[in-house]
Structures are given as structure tokens and as C-alpha cells.
């Protein structure tokens, strides 16, 4: 029988609840506001299962620590914010190339540097795809309400194991403060990916893999493997190299995890989406004032639609695609001067105005904003 | 003594290091101290940085992990914590160990987590071609301190022993036997070690400095040094800079893991009912 558990709950609680429900393990992280309530249940919660925490001295211990943990065969989190994700971008291009399963929960605040620590901001979303240096995979999930917290962290486990990428869970201030009813499912119909390891010991080549995006077993560290972990390019047995034929197969084959499951990545929610004239499209908090706003525009009977990304990387294009093809505008509200709108003006094209609505006072859209531009030109 | 090229892994060879480095021989010390103590191949886990030292563990038949520049000990310490049944031990240089990845270094000794440190100290950055180190004594001759360095250098073991290092030891290139003596010593430490390996840099230090090949470095780290032991019977003015070498702290305190899995028993304990489940959490936000 189905046992189902409804509790009033903040962001920040559902991504924990959903990363145990996933089966974290260990947790790496730093103090910083707006995370820090992941760290403390964390602390509170991982002993009663076995699991460790650790508070590390700064995020890069943090997101180093995790992927020590994770090539220990568990599953690895931390959680940060802006200054903190900053911190962590050379350790995300590591596990990127080294191909360590880890999930990233970024709460975002107001930026850059300190800013506003308590404020709500969304800058970080081009720093989610590219704040390491060079060319590399990344997976980013980008929750739209509490429920979801929970929903996308669990996934977040899930597609790091099966990638064997980074997975960073995009959350906001607003988001993983609020607090929302959370009706959360029977344990036992949760059935968390389980890493698989390597069949034979011996003669183990830890990179060897379909060029094509291909994704190779994952030894744990202790097990009689006997393998290397490097930073540096690495052929299929993981021996450092300059050969620059060997690096080009093997930066083109961690493109081609994801890129060639992007389908399989891309999420969505959309409403009133299929006959709408103005479409707007936005993710986390901001997209909660939106779709008040589309509503409302709808009942005033403007062929308002949504679409919320809750994939943020890889960009879902092909769905955005299929909305520029027959819209006649659209609206990309969000809290940063302009960067979800730079991808979605990539895919738009020419076919449509796209209508930036950037907003970096640290204060949540209120629906009128995004009203009053859907009823622009309408 | 087994055969102490079966902890290498052939196919990795030859090593990248220039002639007369100081490297190899600090990490065929670390492999006759680990010869000696039979450890388990499969149970030991080396981690390195970034540097000219830290490309050792590429050459090592263990799980091996070349992390990023001053990481070494922040990913161990994941390690370790995931898997405390684990002999994790951290091959780094001066740099990637005292600059940046000083506050690592610091905050493992703090908490006594049960890693051995070998910090391969030539006093330079190596794989840069020469720059001046925290390690660099004062005076010396780097290619960005041309006119010589105007900072002091760290005392190393010093600095591990206040930060609450449990096991502190210095030997070098020149005496081997007592570097694996050390080593040994070092690994049987339950809480967090540090053995500093003064090792010689002809290609740079060496050069840059006018100290000689390696027979003169060698000869340079020989009679900068005095063993601890000689030194408790030899007047001040006989130690004025000289480096003391030999076991230089021991004492036994909690190690950071056993500690943390007495905690885990101990909230298990008061949880006995807890029905624990995906959604049994305390909910302390509320």
C-alpha cells in the first residue's frame, strides 16, 4: 500500500529530503547564506543513517572533499551560494574531466561578490554552464517551486551517476526559503540508481568508452582497482597525455554525453503554451511571477503561454525551438541583466521580438511587472 | 624486502622528473616504508596535488589520485571520511602544500584526520622553472626573486605541530634509511602525519642558487641539517640555521574519523527507534 507523507516544508528542507531519498552518503560543504539549511539537516540527519558530514574550511575543500568521497563510492553533495560557487569552479571542471558523479545545490543570491546575501538573484545561470575554464559537460536543474526541490535533487543523484557529470540543482533565495505543503511519495516507489562497478579487476581501463558519448563504469576507490585519477588528459587507462589526438576524443566524447541526450534532459513545465501569441519563458522563482502573470493576461483573454525550464544545461532547444516557430513574441523575465535571454534569442532567432525583463534589486518580480509587458503590443 | 618495483606501475614509466631530482628518492622511501609495514596494496590510497612531487602517485600501483594544485589533502580528507578502513596517504611539494593549499594543510592537522603527509620540500617551484616558494629561505635566488627573496620561509614542522599534527618528522634525500624509518613511523600514526622530505633541485634551486649539481646539493642538504638527537647535546652557537631532522613531535590524541564514527554510534544509539526512512528528518528549520 501506498504510504504517501504531506508536510510543510522549505526549499532548502526538500533538496536535503531529496538527497537523502537518493541516498547522500556524505556532505562537504561551507557556511553561506541563503544555503546554510542544507548543511545544518545535513549535520543533523547523516549520522542517524551512517552517513558523514564534514564542515570543510572554505567551498573549495568543500567540492573537493566530495569528489575524495564520491570516488569512495558514495554519494556526494554540497551546497553553496554565489561566492561560494565561485569558489568551486575549478574543482567542477575536475570532476567534469576526471568523470566523478557529484550534485552542486547553488542557492542563488544577489551578485556579484557579496552583493546582497540575502536577496534573490539569478546570475549564476551562465556561471552554472561555463564558470570553469575549458570546454566540459555539465548537467543543471533549475527548481521551480518547493516540490520540486525535492524532485530535481533526486534526479540531480540520478544524472550524475548515469553521466558521471557535475549535476548542479539551480535554486534560488526565494526558493529555498519558501516554505509550501509537500506532499512526498511512498519511499519504497523511490528507486535511486545504484553505481554499478567494473566486472574485472584486472586490466581495468577506467576511460575506455564508446567515443560517441559514451560513459565507462566507475571503479570505487579501495576495491582492488588499482587506478588514476588525473586532472590532466588522459588516455583510456588514465595515463596523462600530450598527444593532442587522444584529447580531442576524449573532450569530444564528454561533450557528447550529454549533448546527445539532450532530449532525455530537456524538462519543461508549460501552460496554455499551444495557441499563445506571447509566450514567456523564465525558470525559478521568476517564473512563479510569471505564470500569475500569464494567467491572468489569459483570463483577460490575451493567448498568453508559459514555459518554465526546469533543465537549464543543456539548454532545452529544441523545445524553445518549437515555441519560436509560431509565437509572435516573447518574454524572458528574470533576475539578472540578460542571460537565460541570450540563449533563448540563440534559438529564437529572427522569427520573433524577444522582450528582456532583467531585474537586479534583489526583490522577487511582482506579476504586474511581467503583466504590463505581456499587454505591451499584445 | 619485497620487490620494490612491484609497487610501480611499469607502464607509467619512465618518470618525468629531471636528472638528479630529489623525487624519486622520497618516493622509494615511501615505498620501502610501506614494503615494510605490508600494507594492504588494494587498502591504500595515494593522493597528490600539483607540482613536480605530485606527479608521483601517477607511477604508483595503488588507487591514486593527482588532484588539483593544493587540493591534495581537501579530496583526501573526503576520502578518508568516506572510507576510514583506508591507509590514505598525501604525496605534495612545498608550494602545492604551504602556499596554496596552506589552509588544507592547517585545518587536516586541526582535526587529526588519519592522513600521512609527505611534503617533497626542494624549496622552489619545480614544474614553473624556479619561481621562489613559502619555503625559499630568505635571501635565495628564484627566477621571480632575482634579486633575491625578501620574504622568510615557513618552518614546516613547525607549523604542522601548532596546527595539531600528531605525528611530526623530518629527514631528506641525503638520509634515506632514516626517511624510511620516518615514513614507517609515520603511517602507524592513527591521526593526521607529516614527514618532511628536504629533497634536492638541481635543475632549479641548485642553479639559480650556485649550490652545484646534485653531489653538491646532496652535500648542501647534509650539512645544513643536524639529527634532533645530536642536536639536544650541541651548544647554540653549533645550531645557528640548522635544520633539525628526525622524529621532532609524537603524541597520541583522537584521530578525526574514529571520533566521528564514535558520534555516528552514539546518535544511532539514541535513535534506536528512529524509524529513520527517507522522511524522518527532524525538521530543525522549522
Not at chain 2, 595539531?164 to 620516518?182: E, F, K, M, N, Q
Request: glycine share 10%; net charge neutral.
Amino acid at each position: 500500500m501506498s504510504k504517501t507523507t504531506a508536510k510543510l516544508m522549505q526549499g532548502n528542507e526538500a533538496c536535503t529530503i531529496g538527497a537523502l531519498a537518493a541516498g547522500l552518503e556524505f556532505y562537504g560543504g561551507y557556511p553561506i547564506t541563503p544555503s546554510t539549511e542544507i548543511a545544518e539537516i545535513c549535520a543533523e540527519e547523516l549520522p542517524k543513517v551512517g552517513g558523514k558530514f564534514i564542515q570543510m574550511e572554505d567551498e573549495i575543500g568543500s567540492i573537493a572533499a566530495c569528489i575524495g568521497a564520491s570516488l569512495a563510492g558514495k554519494k556526494a553533495m554540497t551546497a553553496t551560494s554565489g561566492p561560494g560557487f565561485s569558489l568551486m569552479q575549478e574543482c567542477i571542471g575536475y570532476a567534469a574531466l576526471t568523470e566523478v558523479p557529484i550534485v552542486i545545490i547553488n542557492v542563488q543570491r544577489m551578485g556579484p561578490s557579496t552583493g546582497m546575501p540575502t536577496s534573490l538573484g539569478q546570475g549564476d545561470l551562465m556561471q552554472a554552464r561555463w564558470g570553469t575554464h575549458g570546454d566540459h559537460p555539465v548537467i543543471a536543474l533549475a527548481p521551480g517551486n518547493v516540490k520540486e526541490c525535492f524532485e530535481l535533487t533526486l534526479r540531480a543523484f540520478d544524472l550524475a551517476e548515469t553521466y558521471r557529470v557535475p549535476v548542479i540543482v539551480l535554486s534560488d533565495e526565494v526558493i529555498g526559503h519558501m516554505r509550501e505543503k509537500v506532499v512526498l511519495p511512498d519511499p519504497s516507489e523511490i528507486h535511486p540508481l545504484r553505481r554499478a562497478a567494473p566486472a574485472t579487476r584486472a586490466g581495468y581501463k577506467p576511460y575506455a568508452a564508446d567515443p560517441d558519448g559514451g560513459v565507462p563504469l566507475m571503479a570505487p576507490f579501495g576495491e582492488g582497482y588499482r587506478w588514476h585519477v588525473t586532472g590532466l588528459f588522459h588516455d583510456e587507462s588514465g595515463k596523462p597525455t600530450n598527444k593532442g589526438e587522444i584529447a580531442d576524443t576524449l573532450l569530444r566524447r564528454l561533450a557528447r554525453k550529454v549533448d546527445k541526450n539532450a532530449d532525455i534532459l530537456a524538462d519543461c513545465f508549460s501552460e496554455s503554451l499551444d495557441d499563445c501569441d506571447v509566450a514567456v519563458i523564465s525558470f525559478g522563482s521568476s517564473a512563479m511571477s510569471a505564470l500569475s502573470a500569464v494567467r491572468r493576461a489569459r483570463a483577460e483573454g490575451v493567448k498568453a503561454g508559459m514555459l518554465r525550464l526546469r533543465t537549464v544545461w543543456p539548454f532545452p532547444e529544441a523545445i524553445v525551438d518549437k515555441v519560436a516557430s509560431r509565437v509572435k513574441r516573447v518574454i524572458v523575465p528574470e533576475m539578472n541583466l540578460g542571460q537565460l535571454a541570450l540563449e533563448v534569442e540563440r534559438v529564437v532567432g529572427c522569427r520573433a521580438p524577444v522582450t528582456r525583463i532583467g531585474k537586479v534589486n534583489g526583490e522577487l518580480f511582482h506579476p504586474d511587472e511581467i503583466y504590463a509587458s505581456i499587454m505591451e503590443n499584445k | 624486502m619485497g620487490d620494490t618495483l612491484s609497487y610501480f606501475r611499469q607502464d607509467m614509466l619512465p618518470h618525468i622528473w629531471c636528472p638528479g631530482c630529489g623525487h624519486g628518492t622520497a618516493t622509494g622511501a615511501l615505498v620501502r616504508a610501506i614494503d615494510r609495514l605490508h600494507l594492504d596494496k588494494n587498502k591504500v590510497c595515494i593522493v597528490s596535488g600539483i607540482g613536480c612531487s605530485s606527479r608521483a602517485v601517477g607511477y604508483l600501483d595503488f588507487d591514486t589520485l593527482h588532484t588539483a594544485h593544493g587540493r591534495a589533502l581537501a579530496f583526501a580528507t573526503g576520502i578518508k571520511l568516506a572510507r576510514p578502513e583506508l591507509k590514505v596517504i598525501v604525496m605534495t611539494g612545498d608550494g602545492d602544500c604551504t602556499a596554496i593549499g596552506g589552509n588544507h594543510f592547517i585545518h587536516a592537522a586541526r582535526r587529526n584526520i588519519g592522513i600521512t603527509t609527505i611534503v617533497m620540500n626542494n624549496n622552489i617551484y619545480g614544474m614553473t622553472s624556479g619561481q621562489y616558494s613559502p619555503m625559499t629561505p630568505k635571501g635565495f635566488f628564484g627566477t621571480t626573486a632575482p634579486y633575491g627573496n625578501v620574504e622568510r620561509n615557513f618552518d614546516l614542522c613547525e607549523l604542522a605541530k601548532s596546527a595539531g599534527a600528531t605525528y611530526v618528522a623530518r629527514a631528506t634525500s641525503y638520509h634515506v634509511p632514516l626517511l624510511i624509518d620516518l615514513i614507517e613511523k609515520a603511517l602507524l600514526n592513527p591521526g593526521f602525519s607529516v614527514v618532511e622530505a628536504l629533497v634536492q633541485c638541481p635543475t632549479y634551486m641548485g642553479r639559480k642558487n650556485k649550490i652545484g649539481g646534485p653531489v653538491e646539493m646532496l652535500n648542501w642538504i647534509k650539512e645544513g641539517t643536524v639529527n634532533v638527537k645530536a642536536a639536544a647535546a650541541l651548544p647554540p652557537e653549533k645550531l645557528k640555521d640548522k635544520i633539525l631532522i628526525g622524529e621532532l613531535y609524537n603524541k597520541q590524541e583522537g584521530e578525526y574519523t574514529a571520533d566521528y564514527d564514535a558520534l555516528i554510534a552514539r546518535v544511532q544509539r539514541k535513535y534506536d527507534k528512529f524509524q529513520g526512512g527517507l522522511y524522518g528528518c527532524a525538521s530543525n528549520s522549522d
